[in-house]
């Protein structure tokens, strides 16, 4: 579901102007058929160059794994989102600045008048690793978050400071699932990212039956300005995983390439080769 809003009689056109802030925009869609087992929603972008290599390297790996060092200090990588306001960034650089911040609620409806809510749950997004080795809060077990945080200002286009980022203190800080998810760059410029899990409850019922939907969206993030698309997915998957068509089409057209070099290469040496081995010597 694109929800840019560059078309005119999109819903979220208006959102495109500065002037309006906040903007919510609601899009209606309907599902054919019905989504069985777990369902997993993802947020996509386009024309965003997450591979630039000065992009890439614009974080300190220290600071999102609690370091209280590089905490007050971060890595001149993180240039030219390293302090602000004479105090170090939290978590500073590039990535995190451009954090994605949209927020997307998702709707059922059904016969009745009011609108079935579908529940997102928002944890369990990021792979167990980031969350549970790659990226660490502070330490102090017994501290509140707000104070192990102190002396640090939050990036420059954030609304609120990394501690604010969930109520639970569990999701919240550098181990948000939502800013780990983000900070793990993507390798082209049209990517999609998980946002949320839609579990499945009944073995009864489907867990997204096919009807009319809508889309609330709080319309935050910005690409307007370089060209780029916004789109929510829904997705399911089976025990071979999701569906991604890339690495099948670029092994066909990989495959396909070698084999007409190695028809043309045959052809030239067949052509073009010494028929005999050996030169006659006349002394």
């Given at each position: 579901i694109d929800y840019t809003g560059t078309d005119p009689a999109s819903p979220c056109n208006k959102c495109l102007s500065p002037n309006v802030t906040p903007c919510?925009?609601?899009?209606?869609?309907?599902?054919?058929?019905?989504?069985?087992?777990?369902v997993f929603m993802y947020y996509g972008l386009s024309n965003f160059y997450q591979n630039h290599r000065r992009y890439v390297k614009s974080r300190d790996d220290s600071q999102l794994n609690g370091d209280p060092s590089a905490l007050l200090n971060p890595s001149k990588e993180c240039e030219?989102?390293?302090?602000?306001?004479?105090?170090?960034?939290?978590p500073c650089g590039a990535i995190a600045n451009s954090m994605f911040n949209d927020t997307l609620d998702l709707f059922l409806v059904g016969n009745e008048s009011d609108p079935t809510p579908i529940p997102l749950k928002k944890k369990?997004?990021?792979?167990?690793?980031?969350?549970?080795?790659?990226?660490?809060?502070?330490?102090?077990?017994?501290?509140?978050l707000e104070e192990r945080f102190k002396g640090t200002t939050k990036p420059v286009n954030w609304v609120k400071p990394v501690y604010m980022l969930d109520p639970d203190e569990d999701n919240s800080g550098f181990i948000n699932e939502?800013?780990?998810?983000?900070?793990?760059?993507?390798?082209?410029?049209?990517?999609?990212?998980?946002?949320?899990?839609?579990?499945?409850?009944?073995?009864l019922h489907p867990t997204l039956?096919?009807?009319?939907?809508?889309?609330?969206?709080?319309?935050?993030?910005p690409v307007h300005s370089f060209d780029g698309r916004k789109r929510m997915i829904l997705s399911?998957?089976?025990?071979?995983?999701?569906?991604?068509?890339?690495?099948g089409i670029a092994y066909i057209a990989i495959g396909s390439i070698s084999f007409l070099l190695g028809v043309v290469l045959l052809v030239i040496n067949h052509k073009y080769r010494n028929s005999s081995n050996t030169a006659d010597i006349t002394i």
């Open positions: 919510i925009c609601t899009i209606n869609f309907t599902l054919e058929q019905s989504f069985e087992g777990n030219p989102y390293r302090r602000n306001e004479d105090k170090p960034i939290a369990g997004i990021a792979w167990w690793t980031d969350k549970n080795v790659k990226f660490r809060n502070p330490p102090g077990a017994d501290i509140p939502d800013f780990i998810v983000w900070m793990r760059t993507a390798a082209l410029p049209t990517f999609r990212k998980l946002y949320r899990l839609i579990e499945r409850k009944n073995d039956p096919a009807g009319r939907y809508y889309l609330n969206i709080t319309y935050n993030y399911t998957i089976s025990w071979m995983g999701g569906k991604n068509p890339f690495l």
